[in-house]
């Protein structure tokens, strides 16, 4: 593959202080800065007559030199101009820096950066379409949709090297629209009477980098920018789409044992306690057949408890090995009415589920216990053999959504640090200052 040519270069001293002036991209330049005494010079006189001298506190070291060369999207392109410009929110300034490309075929495209936020941007030749009809202003080209993000008030506080157009330090400001739909970001630009409309994509430090081949490293990004892509989103999509095909198969799973689970009805019998009748309180049931693999048992006790309680001491017990599963519950009912109007504390019934109970022939030994004072209890018991429980499931289904449901709430913080810099900072959110491209 060819490479274009280097642009033309051409040198003089600068009429102000006598210092070598570097014009590169001679033919297109309409201005351009001498580094030495910060004089805004004339490209197309002959003469260049000084346009502005403009008073510098600090000197800027821009990041990537002027006259360095790298490759954007896989094209030669020369760093011809810089400046820095700013806006200025709630009476403090923000600055960010702008570097001009040139490629003598291509035509000029700019880096921004701010913070350590790239973006690469280039000049749309496509008017979009801005409907201020919502709540925000929305813009349309190139088939993406663009949401308002901030306007501003922007000058020119810094320049070196040559522009393309009349550039002036201080002064005129500029009036700027940024639309966002990351990693993309459109800008509407308005000084006087002409607009520009230009089109930025992020881009990271790391790739400024290695397209221009600077030593070190850059510095790196604070924040969140206006149109940085958020980390969680292609991930998020991602996770959940796997969580879904999980859910799926843990519903079929789930479908699958509920559909041939015995769910069968092994014992049932019904008995009255008198604490006072002076009997002997403890029983064994008449034995009962656990059918097929190693499966729960689900025990069931109904009463007809009424403002007390009752506590059952329940064994079951193999009538093959003597193996014993001993358990107690406690069932209690109350209800009344006060100010508050009328309540209920407990229920008459209870379930109890014994897990992985081999096949075999079993009874139960059952111990009920109450006040001496109750007047007794009529209480049944019911014991079904391979009860499909849907309780693990759920467990295991809110487990598998941890993970999409975290990476959701970390990208709605990233988001939110997104537009809290915006013109539409997100409830209890506080703006604390201003981004540009």
């Given amino acids: ?122 000049v749309l030749r496509t008017l979009p379409e801005v409907d201020t009809s919502g709540p925000r202003p929305v813009a349309k080209v190139l088939g993406g949709t663009f949401r308002h993000f901030q306007s501003s008030q922007a000058r020119t506080t810094y320049v070196l090297g040559e522009f393309p157009w009349r550039v002036q330090v201080g002064g ?55 149109n940085q892509p958020s980390p969680y989103g292609g991930n998020l999509k991602e996770v959940w789409l796997v969580c879904a095909l999980l859910l799926l198969a843990l519903v079929g799973v789930a479908v699958f044992f509920t559909t041939f689970a015995r769910n069968e009805e092994v014992f049932s019998g019904s008995y009255h306690f008198a604490p006072h009748a002076g009997q002997e309180a403890s029983f064994v049931t008449d034995f009962f057949e656990l059918k097929g693999r190693t499966s729960n048992v689900e025990l069931s006790t109904r009463t007809d408890l009424s403002n007390n309680w009752a506590y059952f001491n329940y064994a079951l017990i193999s009538a093959d090995t003597g193996q ?83 990476l959701m709430f970390r990208s709605m913080g990233f988001e939110q640090a997104r537009w809290r810099e915006s013109d539409y900072t997100p409830a209890g959110s506080s703006a604390s200052g201003g981004d540009d491209n």
């Fill in 324 to 406: 014993a599963f001993d358990f107690g519950r406690e069932v209690s009912y109350y209800f009344g009415r006060d100010s508050d109007g009328a309540w209920t504390e407990g229920g008459q019934n209870d379930t109890a589920v014994v897990p992985a109970i081999p096949s075999g022939r079993y009874y139960l030994r059952v111990e009920p216990e109450m006040d001496a004072t109750a007047a007794g209890v009529e209480y049944s018991i019911s014991v079904r053999r391979d009860v499909p429980s849907v309780s693990y499931f759920l467990i295991a289904a809110l487990l598998l959504l941890v993970p999409p449901v975290f």
């Fill in 172 to 226: 005129e400001t500029t009036t700027c629209n940024d639309f966002v739909a990351p990693p993309r970001m459109l800008s509407e630009e308005t000084t006087g009477s002409e607009t520009t409309w230009s089109l930025g994509e992020y881009i990271t430090g790391r790739q400024v980098w290695d397209a221009f081949q600077l030593p070190g490293s850059p510095p790196g990004a604070v924040g969140v920018f206006e």
């Fill in 1 to 122: 593959m060819s490479t274009a040519p280097p642009p033309q270069v051409k040198s003089f001293n600068c009429p102000g202080c006598g210092a070598p002036v570097v014009i590169r991209g001679f033919g297109t330049a309409l201005s351009v800065v001498c580094g030495n005494c910060h004089s805004v010079l004339d490209a197309k006189d002959p003469n260049f007559a000084v346009l502005q001298r403009f008073q510098v506190a600090e000197r800027i070291q821009p990041l990537i030199p002027l006259g360095t060369r790298g490759k954007i999207r896989g094209e030669p392109y020369e760093v011809v101009g810089f400046q820095v410009r700013t806006i200025t929110e709630q009476g403090v300034d923000y600055s960010w820096d702008e570097y001009l490309l040139f490629n003598p075929y291509k035509g000029f495209r700019y880096l921004t950066q701010y913070q350590g936020h790239w973006n690469d941007v280039t």
